[in-house]
């Protein structure tokens, strides 16, 4: 028999704390606190009593199950938002057969009860979690895209197994050519269709996850006085000195929606100052793991330094309220603001351009793209084997490797894997 759990399903600080009880004793724990409850899906105030003992006075809903978040009996109490409250009712709830949830449980349950897939727990986790705009419609938009896209995949994957099928029952004199170049087509298609969506992963990966900018260039050049002005704040110490900024300093911006990680870095020069010299390798090691180098050069004389290969570059020239003669680059000034804006909407470009899923299905986790990429792979091998017998075992492997993506085949590590990453109450 499934324990009963309970956790707070709100976060912390608020004037009110709603704890949501799940499983079997869920509405007999809460009719033992609150006495008489209301009817299924209505708000009752009670008084919560535990031994005699008053904890609180609530607002006290329960689901019985299947139709609740996990499809068990469910009970939810908007209880006051005091820690206090909360220790208080939790250690009734325990005296009364309860346990507190694990990380994801509440999720993991709803996902064993058939009322989540793995798409839709990952999805929500996501929106949970958005910060940003474009973040949330990911979440919630591309999420939804990416449903369709397999229902689709698996759907096309069914149609096309069943006519493998029916070739393989026909006698091999009467086959008709026409028939299995066009379930070829199909199944190249499918293919084709998955190493599309693939392809835009990286962009649904990185929106999920954030761009990584790092500003690199010679001391002095004015890097952590443009990354305060990004920012909007003062983050990273300014001043005349070169080789003031050691380490690596970093915050958060929204460039339209897209979250990107600005990184200031040490100015790049040779130096016998030991310290300096580490934050040179640092700032030279960030850098070539970012989606974007921001390289600046100081007017009046700006002279970029070599970037690392393969990643793009944004060269701009700071100081222009410095400049003698105009410059083919971008040039901006945090002593008068030019160019300033011009910069902004650059970045907003390129983080669009980055985070681009082109709208194909928005595959954002790993888990999501190896299931995917199994798929593929397993109907590229469909289409080399020109056995039927074994054309249609690889595209059982197919729908069974597409099966993982929504969690129709419930391998425990799976979803241990998908839910652990989850925070209690989900
Ligand atoms: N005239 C002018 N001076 C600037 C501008 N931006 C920064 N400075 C000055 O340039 C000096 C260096 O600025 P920082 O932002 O500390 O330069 P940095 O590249 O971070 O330097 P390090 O951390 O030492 O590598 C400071 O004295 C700033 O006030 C600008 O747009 N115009
Ligand atoms: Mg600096």
């Not at 209301?38 to 009670?46: M, S």
């Not at 197994?161 to 026409?178: K, T, V, Y």
């Not at 199944?187 to 990584?212: D, F, S, T, V, W």
């Not at 910069?343 to 985070?355: K, N, Q, V």
Request: with cysteine; hydrophobic share 45%.
């Amino acid at each position: 028999m499934m324990d009963t759990i309970f956790a707070p399903i709100t976060g912390r600080g608020g004037a009110v704390t709603v704890l949501r009880l799940s499983g079997p004793a869920a509405l007999a724990i809460t009719a033992a606190l609150a006495k008489n409850l209301a009817p299924p899906r209505h708000a009752g105030l009670r008084k919560l009593v535990w031994r005699g003992r008053l904890l609180d006075t609530a607002l006290v809903v329960t689901f019985p199950g299947p139709n609740s978040f996990t499809g068990e009996d469910c009970a939810e109490l908007s209880l006051h938002g005091g820690r206090a409250v909360l220790a208080a009712v939790s250690e009734a709830l325990i005296a009364a057969g309860a346990r507190p949830a694990e990380p994801g449980e509440f999720s993991r349950r709803a996902h064993l009860n058939g009322r989540l897939d793995l798409l839709e727990a990952e999805a929500m986790a996501d929106l949970i979690a958005a910060e940003t705009e474009a973040q949330r419609r990911l979440a919630v938009e591309g999420a939804g895209a990416l449903q369709q896209s397999c229902a689709r995949w698996r759907e096309e994957l069914r149609q096309v197994m069943a006519q493998q099928e029916a070739l393989i029952d026909f006698p091999d004199e009467d086959l008709p050519q026409e028939v299995e170049a066009r379930l070829l087509g199909r199944i190249a298609a499918l293919a084709k269709e998955m190493y599309r969506a693939l392809a835009a992963a990286p962009a649904a990966e990185r929106l999920r996850e954030g761009l990584e900018f790092v500003i690199l260039g010679p001391p002095n050049a004015g890097k952590s006085t443009l990354m305060n002005e990004l920012a909007g704040e003062d983050v990273a110490i300014v001043s005349a000195i070169p080789g003031t900024t050691r380490d690596i300093v970093g915050t958060r911006v929204d460039f339209g929606g897209v979250p990107v990680h600005l990184t200031d870095t040490a100015g790049l020069r040779d130096t016998e100052d030991e310290i300096e010299a580490e934050g040179v390798r640092r700032a030279r090691h960030r850098a070539a793991k970012a989606d974007l180098i921001i390289a600046v050069a100081a007017a009046p004389n700006p002279e970029f330094l070599d970037v690392p290969q393969g990643i793009e570059v944004l060269r701009v020239v700071t100081k222009a309220d410095l400049l003698v003669k105009s410059v083919a680059d971008l040039a901006v000034s945090a002593a008068n603001g030019a160019g300033m804006a011009a910069l902004r909407t650059r970045l907003t470009d390129i983080a669009a351009r980055l985070t681009d899923t082109k709208g194909a299905a928005a595959l954002s986790r790993p888990r999501q793209i190896a299931c995917v990429r199994d798929t593929a792979q397993a109907l590229d091998r469909a289409l080399a084997n020109e056995e039927p017998e074994l054309r249609g075992e690889e595209l059982r492997s197919a729908a069974h490797a597409l099966a993982r993506l929504t969690g129709q085949i419930g391998v425990e590590e799976i979803l241990d894997a998908v839910f652990s990453g989850f925070c209690i109450g989900k």
